[in-house]
């Protein structure tokens, strides 16, 4: 078991150093980037994560078991509140959200949210991809440390 | 043991299948590709009986003449068929839930391995040997 | 081998699988981006020294442990302190060159590589080249503030990783060596 600081550091140099490497016109792309690396180790997280579960039953089930089991063994908390308007839409809100607690509060860091959830966005969609569900997720920080997960079913 | 394993993606593709002899593959593929249906039967009837356990592990999805028929099915609706002699029955119901807990542990190990792309086909050593060691003759 | 869910457990640690899957990501992304394994050996030694500059700082603040007198006693806190603090792990310190220059690190159930099986055709690769960048940006910061009124002071640190993936993927050797000689001199 790694210590988070060590976690943190990672996450951090792998960010700046896709901004170290990148061209000046390429910054949007290291966001997809960031986002896809996330993918890929949702992907793997929900595999191990729902070895023991039982199979869920529907789209609701397997939202709950995001907000509890992954988010409990990722960020070592619950959601605080889920909400749904039950077409597809899913608002995924944490009041304290382990990976800007990091961050200072100031408005002036609020520009760098963006790089810093583009991980974590990549890595709820990668879980529930894995799980059947296609979505687009996206962020929005309007007071630190606390994040709103909008999740936008993709349906075919 | 098993004489056919098999890893079918959740788009019904097969990933893997290694069967014993070598020779009767494509046999078996047709055995694992009609096992399918019944696994997409067994997995969308559920739900209508709230009791239901909506375990993994589906059972017996058919027996033939010489072959029994066991499916798996994962959360992210990867499914595992193994096939086994019917004249083997020593194997009793626990042996095969072990032998799908093996495959399934192996799988999951494998899929975390960050150089596989999730969806191609499994050429992992590590995975091959786990199916390997559930069809060695004992 | 159960580095499963880390549910109640320390708050201060994560989840082992997500650091391990997040480093395989990033390595994978890297012989992606460069497709070269010595390129990505460097880049990942270049990360891994970023990191190590602050994670002495951590280390420093966190562990109490006073200045180390010897290269001795230095790589018995790398081994039982750091690598046990942040990675859960306690390698073996061994193989002392007879000057007392120079050991290893031996690393058995290496975390970083929990589920790898290394691609064929990239036997130059250093899956875990990041921890030879964090040691040397450790161990350079630490020498500095030991060393730091000392004007001839001069550190060529060599470190080596060999990935014996191939061999054995559980098993990892990191070598590290010190020229200690302009210290002598002061």
Redesign the interface.
């Known amino acids: 078991m790694a210590d988070e600081v060590v976690f943190e550091y990672l996450h951090m140099e792998m960010i700046s150093y896709l901004y170290r490497t990148a061209e000046k016109i390429e910054q949007d792309h290291c966001i997809s980037k960031l986002e896809s690396l996330g993918f890929r180790v949702g992907q793997s997280l929900s595999e191990r994560f729902t070895k023991d579960s039982s199979r869920f039953k529907d789209e609701l089930d397997t939202m709950k078991f995001i907000c509890k089991d992954f988010w409990n063994s990722v960020y070592k908390k619950q959601v605080d509140n889920l909400r749904t308007n039950h077409q597809g839409v899913y608002v995924l809100q944490d009041n304290k959200f382990r990976f800007l607690t990091q961050i200072s509060s100031g408005k002036q860091y609020m520009d760098a949210a963006p790089k810093y959830l583009a991980f974590p966005c990549g890595m709820i969609r990668g879980a529930l991809s894995n799980l059947g569900i296609n979505c687009v997720v996206t962020a929005e920080v309007s007071a630190m440390p606390a994040c709103k997960f909008q999740i936008q079913i993709q349906r075919l | 043991m098993a004489v056919c394993v098999a890893v079918i993606a959740?788009e019904n593709y097969p990933l893997y299948i290694k069967t014993i002899p070598t020779d009767n593959e494509l046999k078996f593929q047709y055995t694992v590709h009609t096992s399918l249906d019944v696994v997409e039967e067994k997995?969308s009837s559920?739900?209508k009986n709230t009791n239901d356990?909506?375990?993994?592990y589906l059972g017996l999805l058919y027996p033939t003449e010489d072959y029994k028929v066991y499916g798996y099915?994962?959360?992210?609706?990867v499914k595992f068929v193994i096939v086994v002699e019917s004249s083997n029955t020593s194997l009793r119901d626990n042996e095969i839930r072990g032998m799908f807990r093996k495959l399934?542990?192996g799988?999951?190990?494998?899929?975390?391995?960050?150089?596989?792309t999730?969806g191609e086909n499994i050429t992992?050593?590590?995975f091959d040997n786990t199916v390997l060691s559930m069809m060695q003759q004992d | 081998m159960s580095r499963q869910s880390t549910r109640g457990g320390d708050p201060r640690k994560v989840n082992g699988e997500l650091f391990t899957l997040t480093y395989g990501a990033l390595v994978s992304q890297l012989l992606k981006d460069y497709e070269d394994d010595d390129e990505v050996n460097k880049q990942l030694e270049k990360m891994g020294y970023n990191i190590g500059v602050r994670l002495i700082e951590d280390f420093l603040a966190r562990s109490n442990t006073g200045r180390c007198n010897d290269f001795r006693e230095t790589a018995d806190v790398i081994a039982k302190v750091g690598f046990k603090m942040y990675l859960g792990i306690t390698p073996v310190v061994s193989n002392w060159s007879p000057a007392g220059d120079e050991f290893s690190l031996l690393i058995e159930n290496n975390p970083l590589t929990d589920f790898v099986e290394l691609p064929p055709g990239h036997s130059s690769l250093c899956f875990s080249n990041l921890l030879c960048g964090v040691l040397k940006a450790a161990l350079e910061m630490v020498r500095f503030l030991l060393y730091s009124s000392c004007s001839f002071f001069h550190l060529s640190f060599v470190c080596f990783l060999f990935h014996t993936a191939f061999v054995s993927p559980k098993f990892d050797v990191i070598s590290l060596l010190v020229d200690f000689g302009c210290c002598l001199l002061c």
């Not at chain 2, 099915?73 to 609706?77: A, L």
């Not at chain 2, 799988?107 to 596989?116: Q, R, S, W």
């Open positions: 959740k997995i559920v739900g356990l909506r375990e993994l099915v994962t959360n992210t609706k399934h542990n799988y999951v190990d494998m899929l975390c391995n960050p150089f596989y999730p992992s050593r590590l």
